[in-house]
């Protein structure tokens, strides 16, 4: 007998996660280019994926800057990565350019769950999609603090 075939009877039958579509590129209503970098490739010519969740960090940080809402008296609060991830569509490779598109996922009553895109510039297609979300808490006591109305209002906008 194989003990292979025995042992892989004994574990139990796990689903598939199936992945929901991605988002068109319609969906973001905010966009930033990115331009790749020789260094941004690995040894198989693509970008290697830490660099998608740098881009990620860069389009959600870029525009609460825009907004004068990153650590600013709109927003005194500041905000901690709790969660990022990424699916990839689609390779990315140097030199090639890269728009990565923002929308809202979610506004809770301490966090902000933001949707990410990344397309190849003038592609349709998504080379990948993520997720992002910040926990405001306060820069004294790191406790969760709400966000203010006038924040959530500016959120609003990437509806």
Request: proline share 7%; hydrophobic share 35%; aromatic share 12%.
């Amino acid at each position: 007998m194989n003990p292979s075939a025995s042992y892989s009877k004994d574990l139990p039958v796990v689903p598939s996660r199936t992945k929901a579509a991605p988002f068109p590129r319609s969906a973001y209503p905010y966009f930033t280019r990115i331009t790749t970098r020789w260094m941004d490739n690995d040894v198989y010519a693509h970008v290697n994926n830490v660099i998608y969740y740098s881009w990620i960090d860069t389009v959600v940080n870029q525009w609460l800057m825009e907004q004068d809402l990153l650590k600013s008296e709109k927003n005194p609060s500041i905000g901690w990565v709790v969660h990022s991830s990424c699916d990839y569509l689609g390779p990315v490779s140097y030199p090639q350019t890269v728009d990565v598109g923002l929308k809202l996922a979610r506004i809770g009553n301490t966090s902000v769950h933001y949707d990410v895109g990344i397309f190849v510039s003038g592609q349709q297609q998504a080379s990948a999609q993520g997720r992002f979300v910040h926990v405001y808490v306060d820069p004294l006591t790191h406790q969760p603090k709400a966000l203010s109305k006038s924040f959530q209002h500016h959120l609003e906008a990437l509806r």
